[in-house]
């Protein structure tokens, strides 16, 4: 939450050594009974009681974190500001940052479970990994973009999830979604959609929902089509 909430998982609080915190919790996975928190400026915050407790580890980049996608049981990806993109293979305890990869800022990332990754930010900027985010390619969104999209390419990319192994969404700032089918490579303008969505969740290949501000939550049966 924003800055200064404690955080708090079931009946467990932060611990003496993180009362509370100013920077913005924006993301959390799990890994191997372990919970992690990022966001903003900070330090990732980690439990491994369930939340009773929350210890600091410092990372290796100062740029904000906006979101962490979890790829297995020790593998888990972290992005953020001017093109930030964080990996972990033990277990999110330790990063390396991988460098060059876009100067965009980069607000949400999704892996499926072959380790197949997309992170998504400004100016419609969408890059894909296809080895559990070791190395990233721009995935050109102009013509797709341009189909749903005043803004054209410029449209911010606001959010991203994998509904199955093959199919993924993607949610532009103004309202209109991107679907593909090929776990990334190509897109095409979901019909019918026109209210800004922050997140997705998916239960399984095809029941989902969408959440965006004052409240709204969309669903689908048919995996985002």
């Not at 979101?67 to 964080?86: F, H, P, Q, W, Y």
């Not at 390619?137 to 054209?152: Q, S, Y």
């Not at 990319?157 to 103004?174: D, G, R, W, Y």
């Not at 776990?183 to 922050?198: D, I």
């Amino acid at each position: 939450g924003d800055g200064g909430i404690i955080v708090t998982l079931g009946s467990g609080t932060m611990s003496s050594n993180v009362r509370s915190t100013e920077q913005q919790l924006l993301a959390a996975i799990a890994l191997k009974g372990e919970l992690f928190a990022a966001g903003g400026n900070g330090p990732l915050l980690y439990s491994s009681d369930h939340g009773k407790h929350w210890n600091k580890l410092a990372l290796p980049s100062q740029q904000a974190v906006y979101a962490m996608a979890r790829i297995d049981n020790t593998t888990a990806l972290m992005v953020g500001e001017r093109g930030a993109i964080l990996r972990s293979d033990d277990g999110a305890h330790s990063w390396s940052a991988i460098e060059g990869v876009t100067p965009m800022t980069l607000l949400s990332v999704a892996s499926n479970d072959a380790g197949i990754s997309l992170a998504v930010g400004q100016q419609g900027s969408l890059v894909r990994s296809e080895d559990r985010g070791l190395t990233w390619h721009t995935i050109d969104l102009a013509a797709a973009m341009r189909n749903v999209v005043a803004g054209g390419i410029n449209e911010t990319l606001v959010a991203v999830s994998f509904a199955n192994p093959t199919t993924a969404l993607v949610a532009t700032s103004n309202g209109a979604m991107l679907r593909s089918i090929d776990t990334g490579l190509t897109w095409q303008a979901v019909a019918g959609v026109t209210t800004p969505v922050t997140r997705f969740a998916f239960a399984d290949a095809r029941n989902g929902i969408a959440i965006g501000a004052a409240g709204l939550v969309i669903r689908t049966s048919n995996g985002g089509k």
